[in-house]
């Protein structure tokens, strides 16, 4: 079973930038998409970025212009680069594999915005 795990996350005052790398204990070349989701309290989870095997990605709306995911194969690693930070990009980021009949969840790593 393959294992998730976050790091990068932090706190950082807004305008900054924080890069988010998640590590795959197992190779991520069958993934069909690896993706960045957060949480906030008292909302469902979101997706932020997901980037698929072919390297397509995809960005929310709120998030595009400021926030970048990349893959890197060779060292099983997703990662997120965000700038521009702005206080509602404070949550909790997840990171998530998904391949056929197998779905992944890292346990996440905490962003918070503020001055």
């Known amino acids: 079973q393959v294992q998730l795990v976050e790091s990068g996350g932090g706190l950082v005052q807004p305008g900054g930038s924080l890069k988010l790398s998640c590590t795959a204990s197992?190779?991520?070349?069958?993934?069909?998409?690896m993706g960045w989701y957060r949480q906030t309290p008292g909302k469902q989870r979101e997706l932020v970025a997901a980037i698929t095997n072919s390297g397509n990605t995809n960005h929310a709306r709120s998030v595009k212009g400021r926030f970048t995911v990349s893959r890197d194969n060779a060292k099983n690693t997703v990662y997120l680069q965000m700038n521009d930070l702005k206080p509602e990009d404070t949550g909790v980021y997840y990171c998530n594999l998904l391949a056929t009949n197998l779905e992944v969840w890292g346990q996440g790593t905490l962003v918070a915005v503020s001055s």
């Open positions: 197992g190779s991520i070349d069958g993934a069909n998409a």
